[in-house]
């Protein structure tokens, strides 16, 4: 492998292709899932991938408010004028690409109505096991849930689905253990859902 460059199009086919040439175990196959497990996997993560992340994607830059906080967020580090210039073209390639795979088309309304429903199916799913499919280890499913819980509880962006994640004990147990399995540095992240955890 020493000195070959590979171009691989997103993450589902950069896992496969670590997999295919041994560079990791297949999570999926240690844990003997099934093929009837492995498609629900897949449906779970197109789910997420395709219709979730985006409505999520839509709060965070559509919304001035939190546009505000996400800029700042991203940006704040920059000088003066370089800050504004690239936050308004970020914001506006944003938008244009979360229209373009029609999240943009809906409204506010909309987009959060179908984060409330991922947010019920997704509690529900997770409600009473360690992992997605219940095992003793974590699968390739709840390493996506888990980088998707992460990444929305990591910003305050996106107010309206982190609020109710933050109310849900199993969604917070479940990032909490996959955070201390995976990272236990990302010590910010867990002193929110300590301090949530306290609240419930």
Excluded at 41 to 59: F, G, T
Excluded at 147 to 155: C, E, H, I, R, V
Excluded at 175 to 193: A, G, V
Aim: hydrophobic share 40%; aromatic share 12%; proline share 4%.
């Amino acid at each position: 492998m020493t000195g070959k460059t590979v171009t691989i199009p997103d993450s589902h086919f950069i896992i496969r292709y670590l997999i295919e040439n041994g560079l990791i175990k297949d999570s999926d196959t240690v844990a003997g899932l099934t093929t009837i497990q492995k498609g629900e996997s897949r449906a779970w993560q197109a789910y997420i991938e395709e219709l979730l992340y985006p409505a999520i994607v839509r709060d965070r830059w559509y919304i001035d408010e939190n546009y505000a906080v996400t800029a700042e967020e991203i940006f704040g580090g920059m000088a003066w004028p370089m800050r504004p210039m690239i936050s308004w073209f970020f914001r506006w390639r944003v938008m244009k690409s979360i229209w373009n795979v029609g999240m943009g088309r809906h409204s506010q309304e909309e987009a959060q109505s179908l984060q409330k429903e991922a947010f019920e199916a997704l509690e529900a799913r997770m409600s009473g096991h360690l992992y997605f499919h219940d095992g003793e280890q974590p699968t390739g499913i709840d390493l996506i849930i888990y980088g998707f819980l992460a990444n929305t509880l990591a910003t305050s962006g996106n107010p309206y689905w982190a609020d109710m994640v933050l109310r849900s004990p199993t969604l917070l147990a479940f990032t909490k253990r996959m955070t201390t399995l995976l990272f236990p540095e990302y010590k910010l992240l867990l002193h929110r859902i300590e301090e949530a955890d306290g609240l419930n």
